[in-house]
């Protein structure tokens, strides 16, 4: 009835291995600017394809805004690891997502190139 609101399991290596496989597969259509860019709708569409591939292996249902919160951490993450790097710690340049990632957490396929 009114039991506290529980949180969900961490994303486990599975979940996050197929959401990073996807996003990066769907890259340009969710994140590019200017004229050519997807509309609000269409990136639904593909955050809803994303989660239809995820919750497969998921180890609770995942939702669209439990994916991009995901996804938003694993790219701070990259950031600060490209900061504590560099040592500048100024703003990076492009994103190299999946160029700092640890092994563990790439697609199998991207792991093997490294």
Do not use: M, Y
Not at 55 to 74: G, I, M, Q, T
Not at 93 to 109: D, N, R, W
Request: charged residues 35%; positive net charge.
């Amino acid at each position: 009835e009114d039991s506290p609101k529980r949180r969900k399991a961490n994303f486990n290596e599975a979940e996050t291995e197929v959401l990073i496989e996807q996003v990066l597969k769907h890259e340009q259509l969710l994140f590019a600017a200017g004229p050519g860019r997807a509309s609000p709708g269409q990136k639904r569409k593909v955050w809803e394809l994303i989660r239809h591939k995820v919750n497969p292996v998921a180890a609770c249902p995942r939702d669209v805004e439990d994916l991009k919160k995901r996804w938003r951490d694993l790219k701070r993450r990259d950031r600060s690891k490209l900061c504590r790097l560099s040592q500048g710690c100024g703003p990076p340049g492009p994103p190299a997502l999946g160029l700092l990632l640890a092994p563990e957490e790439l697609p199998p396929a991207r792991r093997q190139r490294r």
